[in-house]
């Protein structure tokens, strides 16, 4: 089985991809970003005149990313327990790590899923964090 997933809840994708592709018993979701659906305002950052990013709060824009996976998991006919692998891209490794470390540790029960994380110089949007899942379904 070849299947894509689209959320009616999760934010539209920003290119041509879809939120999620089955492939046999697994799951592998696109990119997954913290902004809200029908909507350019993304929980925790606030952006100057020209789009730039003032400043931001990691811990809102992660809270927020975690609920647009789980979002698109349930969509897709999963769930968040069902997580086996996360790829997180961060814009800046030494200022949000900790933070994000942390919250990873409270929103995921043992056993744990595998976890890559990465720093990452931009993201397509003035975010900064994005996750990339696999899970079983």
């Not at 809102?60 to 990313?65: E, G, T």
């Not at 975690?66 to 006919?77: A, K, Q, T, V, Y």
Request: proline fraction near 7%.
């Amino acid at each position: 089985m070849n299947t894509n997933f689209n959320s009616l809840q999760a934010p539209e994708p920003v290119g041509s991809y879809p939120h999620a592709k089955q492939v046999g018993n697994f799951l592998f979701l696109s990119g997954v970003g913290p902004r809200k659906r029908d909507s350019k305002i993304i929980p925790g950052v606030n952006l100057s005149e020209d789009g730039e990013i003032l400043s931001y709060d990691i811990k809102k824009q992660c809270v927020s990313v975690f609920e647009n996976i789980r979002l698109i998991l349930e969509e897709s006919g999963s769930s968040w327990d069902n997580i086996v692998d996360v790829t997180v891209f961060l814009t800046n490794m030494k200022s949000d790590f900790k933070e994000y470390n942390k919250l990873y540790a409270e929103y995921f029960n043992g056993p744990f899923p595998t976890r890559t994380t990465v720093e990452v110089r931009a993201l397509p949007t003035p975010i900064a964090i994005e996750l990339k899942v696999i899970a079983t379904i």
